[in-house]
């Protein structure tokens, strides 16, 4: 098993910058990819970035490209979420994931998640 805590979420206006973290812990040596997805009020789970265990790969989703950098400190067993520009847009619960096999952008692969931290973007 692995335990996934976010933290690092809260109010922010727009155009300023928040971190989030993902700290893992358990069989953290099982871990190929972590990954950020947000939920906003009414609407569906939606990918944001992931990064391979070993930080070779990382993705985005095009809304956040050239905004949102997803970086990771192994001694740390810790995967960050720099955000910047920030949008009111952008307000949603951010959740970290953990794949055991791949890199991707689905929901339905990721095996491990955390339990979010709400993120708050004011115009």
């Known amino acids: 098993q692995v335990q996934l805590v976010e933290s690092g979420g809260g109010l922010v206006q727009a155009g300023g910058s928040l971190r989030l973290s993902c700290a893992a812990s358990?069989?953290?040596?099982?871990?190929?990819?972590l990954a950020w997805f947000r939920q906003a009020p009414g609407k569906e789970r939606e990918f944001v970035a992931a990064?391979?265990?070993?930080?070779?790969?990382?993705i985005y989703t095009d809304s956040v490209k050239g905004r949102f950098t997803i970086s990771r400190d192994n001694a740390k067993n810790t995967v960050y979420l720099q955000m910047n520009s920030l949008k009111p847009e952008d307000t949603a619960v951010y959740s970290c994931?953990?794949?055991?096999?791949?890199?991707?952008?689905?929901?339905?692969?990721?095996?491990?998640w955390g339990q979010g931290t709400q993120v708050t973007v004011s115009s």
């Open positions: 994931a953990a794949d055991r096999n791949y890199i991707g952008s689905s929901v339905y692969q990721y095996d491990y």
């Open positions: 358990g069989r953290t040596f099982s871990i190929y990819a």
């Open positions: 990064i391979t265990w070993s930080g070779v790969r990382t």
